[in-house]
C-alpha cells in the first residue's frame, strides 16, 4: 500500500508540476509537445479541477496558493465565449465547490460564515449562475450550450444529450443548501424529471433529446456514452439529499436495463421503445456503473461487471471506448483517455469487500498509465490501445479524478473515507447577527 501510494503521488506531481511549468494558465496540458491549450473555456481547467486533489494528497501550502491566485483571477467566467453546460457543472462548478468545502482543513483564512460563505462559494455562484438560462426551456431541461456573457447562443441546437441533461443535481443542490437560494437545486430536479416524465413504455431513456419539445431524437439506450451520469445522480444526488425519491428512481430504472440489456455483467445498448439490442459493446464510460451499484449495496452485480472490465484491461493494457463484446475486439473508437471511470469502481469496491482481487485491478491501472502513458511532461491520452500510440492531450479529468481514486484506493485510513462516525462543528455567522451550527467533514 505504502509503495503504491507513493507511486501515485509521484505521478500526480509529474502531471501536475508539468502543467503547470508548461500549460498554464491554459486549460489542459499538451504532454507530447510541453505546452498548453484552451480546450472548454479558457479557466485555466485544470487547476480548479485538480485543487480539490491536493488537498486530498494534504499539500495545503499548494492548495491556498492555487486558490488565491483563482480568486483573483475571476475575471475569466465574465469572458464573451460559449461553453458546455455540462463540463462547465461537473469540472468547475463541482471543483470549485469541492475545494471551497476542503478550505478549513487547508488553513485558508475563513469567512465568518463560512461554510455558507467565502470567496471559492462566491465563484461556484457566479459561474453557475451564467448557466442558469440555459434551463430555461418549456420543458425545464437545459440547452447544451451557454455563452458566459451573454446567455444562449442565438441559433444554438436544442438538442442535448440525455446526461447532459439530467447532471446537475449534486453540485447544484450543493449551491443550494449552502447559499439558501433554492433556484439552482429547483432548475436540476426539474430537468431530471422532465427527463423522468419521457421515458419509454418500459423505464428507458433515449440518449438525445429535443429540449424545447421534449421529443427523443436518438432513441439507443444503454448505461454508457450520453445517459451515463444521468443514472449515476439519481445515486449519488440521492445520498447528498438523503432524498429516497430519487434513490427510488434509480431503482425503478435499473429493472428494464436488468430485463433488456444487462447480459452476463454487461450492458449492450438497444431500442428506448423495446430494449432490442442494437450494439452489443461495452463503452469505458460504463465503469462507473459497478461503484454506484456498491453505494445501494448490490456488491454482486458490481463485482460482475468489474471482472468483465478487468479481462479487457488485462487484454489491451487499457479499457478503449469502444469494445465488441461477441468478438473481443476493440470497436470503432479505439482510444484511452485516462479515464477515471475504473478507477473510481474500484476504489468503492475495495471499500466495502477489501477483496484483493479488486486492489490488484488498481494496481494494474497504475501500472498501465506509468508504463505507457507517460511523457517528459505529464501523461498522455492513449490514441490506440492496440499499439499505445499517445495521443497529446491530458484531460484535466486525470488530476482532478484518476489520480485521486488511485490514491484513496491506495489509503485506507485516509480521513475522507469517514462514513459519518464523527466531524466538526462549526458556529457559523449570517448578515443578521444570528449564529447556527454546521457539522462538516464528516466524510466524503
Not at 506531481?13 to 480546450?39: N, V
Not at 475571476?74 to 461537473?90: L, M, Q, Y
Not at 423505464?203 to 421534449?214: A, E, K, P, Q, W
Not at 469496491?349 to 511523457?375: C, N, Q, W
Request: negative net charge.
Amino acid at each position: 500500500m505504502n509503495i503504491r501510494r507513493q507511486q501515485v503521488v509521484e505521478m500526480f506531481y509529474h502531471a501536475y508540476d508539468g502543467y503547470m511549468k508548461h500549460g498554464f494558465p491554459l486549460d489542459e496540458l499538451r504532454p507530447l509537445s510541453c505546452d498548453g491549450i484552451d480546450t472548454w473555456g479558457s479557466y485555466s481547467l485544470t487547476l480548479i479541477d485538480a485543487l480539490d486533489t491536493l488537498a486530498i494528497l494534504g499539500n495545503h501550502s499548494e492548495f491556498r496558493r492555487v486558490a488565491d491566485l483563482l480568486i483573483s483571477s475571476r475575471k475569466n467566467f465574465e469572458a464573451n465565449i460559449n461553453v458546455s453546460v455540462f463540463e462547465t457543472n461537473i469540472r468547475i462548478v463541482g471543483g470549485l465547490i469541492s475545494a471551497h468545502l476542503f478550505a478549513r482543513r487547508a488553513g485558508m483564512d475563513l469567512d465568518p460564515g463560512w461554510p455558507c460563505k467565502g470567496p471559492l462559494l462566491d465563484l461556484a455562484v457566479d459561474i453557475a449562475r451564467r448557466l442558469l438560462p440555459a434551463f430555461d426551456t418549456p420543458t425545464g431541461m437545459p440547452f447544451g450550450t451557454i455563452n458566459l456573457a451573454h446567455g444562449v447562443p442565438k441559433g444554438e441546437t436544442p438538442v442535448t444529450c440525455t446526461a447532459g441533461v439530467g447532471t446537475y443535481i449534486v453540485e447544484f443542490s450543493a449551491l443550494s443548501r449552502l447559499t439558501g437560494d433554492p433556484i439552482f437545486e429547483d432548475v436540476a430536479m426539474r430537468a431530471m424529471n422532465g427527463l423522468w416524465s419521457r421515458r419509454s413504455s418500459i423505464g428507458l431513456f433515449g440518449n438525445h433529446i429535443d429540449v424545447s419539445t421534449g421529443k427523443w431524437t436518438a432513441i439507443e439506450s444503454g448505461i454508457g456514452a450520453g445517459v451515463d451520469s444521468y443514472l449515476e445522480y439519481m445515486v449519488k444526488g440521492g445520498i447528498l439529499r438523503r432524498d429516497p425519491v430519487l434513490l427510488e428512481m434509480f431503482d425503478y430504472a435499473r429493472k428494464p436495463i436488468r430485463d433488456y440489456l444487462e447480459h452476463g455483467g454487461w450492458h449492450f445498448w438497444g431500442t428506448m421503445s423495446r430494449g432490442a439490442i442494437t450494439m452489443p459493446v461495452f463503452q469505458s464510460l460504463e465503469a462507473y456503473w459497478p461503484g454506484v451499484l456498491s453505494l445501494i449495496g448490490d456488491i454482486g452485480s458490481a463485482m460482475a461487471s468489474l471482472k468483465n472490465y478487468r479481462l479487457v484491461w488485462k487484454q489491451f493494457g487499457f479499457t478503449p471506448e469502444f469494445y465488441s463484446v461477441p468478438t473481443q475486439e476493440v470497436g470503432s473508437r479505439h482510444g484511452y483517455p485516462l479515464r477515471p471511470e475504473l478507477a473510481e469502481s474500484v476504489m468503492y469496491l475495495y471499500r466495502a469487500t477489501r477483496d484483493p482481487f479488486v486492489l490488484d485491478m488498481g494496481v494494474d491501472i497504475l501500472a498501465s498509465i506509468e508504463h505507457s502513458a507517460k511523457t517528459a511532461c505529464g501523461y498522455a491520452t492513449v490514441k490506440n490501445v492496440l499499439t499505445h500510440q499517445l495521443e497529446d492531450r491530458m484531460e484535466s479529468f486525470f488530476l482532478a479524478e484518476t489520480v485521486k481514486y488511485l490514491y484513496l484506493l491506495f489509503t485506507p485510513d485516509h480521513w475522507i473515507h469517514n462514513p459519518g462516525g464523527s466531524g466538526v462543528r462549526v458556529s457559523v455567522e449570517s448578515d443578521f447577527g444570528d449564529s447556527r451550527t454546521c457539522v462538516v467533514e464528516s466524510g466524503g
